[in-house]
């Protein structure tokens, strides 16, 4: 009986491994951005049913991460350098809304169709749109359900431009928020985020990462 469960639950664990990497294909070659969509086309494409077998949306970023490091290498490192510095500038521009970088292209998943996503801070709903209309910046508005945290959500103003032939998404939240990220919808857990200071830094790190792996 013992060894029967352990032999389902080792069946159950591949059955994920097989279905994160799957699903981490379907997200480069397709260019799906839905974790959720990607895990239930992996799953229908591998002819896997049961819900134990799906995985976490944690494993699929994982696998992500190993998929882009394997197969895309110096594209991929190029695509995530060039929008970072790119959401450098943005963070500076928007300083007076205490931007943050967020998604991809903090994590270092971002591909070459992925946007610059940037949370601002304010509770003057039309401060960020007469920002970007002083600046002479079209913008199309859109937007994004969000949880702040256990107790609060809802659906937040998003601003959506194009500049240096890159997109920029701009999620506006009240300025109490900045005190505690809101949830990730890939973990239920707050959301890694990073200060202009703290992006300077890590692209400090992707230098010395990319010199020493030159001397490999």
Request: no cysteine; hydrophobic share 40%; glycine share 6%.
């Amino acid at each position: 009986m013992h060894r029967a469960r352990q032999h389902a639950e080792t069946r159950t664990r591949e059955r994920r491994h097989r279905l994160a990497h799957e699903a981490a294909k379907l997200m480069v070659e397709g260019g799906i951005r839905d974790f959720h969509q990607a895990k239930l086309k992996a799953a229908s494409r591998l002819g896997i049913h049961d819900d134990a077998s799906l995985p976490r949306n944690r494993e699929i970023e994982d696998a992500l991460r190993e998929y882009q490091r394997l197969f895309l290498g110096d594209s991929h490192r190029a695509a995530v350098r060039l929008r970072r510095e790119a959401a450098l500038r943005a963070l500076e521009f928007f300083a007076g809304f205490d931007a943050r970088l967020v998604g991809p292209v903090l994590d270092g998943t971002a591909d070459d169709n992925s946007a610059v996503a940037l949370q601002l801070y304010d509770d003057d709903p039309d401060a960020v749109p007469r920002f970007l209309e002083e600046h002479r910046i079209p913008a199309d508005a859109r937007n994004r359900h969000l949880r702040l945290d256990r107790m609060r959500e809802g659906d937040f103003p998003v601003w959506i431009f194009s500049a240096e032939d890159l997109t920029f998404d701009l999620t506006v939240l009240p300025a109490d928020a900045l005190r505690q990220a809101p949830l990730s919808g890939i973990d239920e857990k707050p959301m890694r985020r990073a200060s202009a200071a703290q992006l300077r830094a890590l692209l400090a790190q992707d230098e010395i990462d990319g010199y020493e792996a030159g001397k490999d």
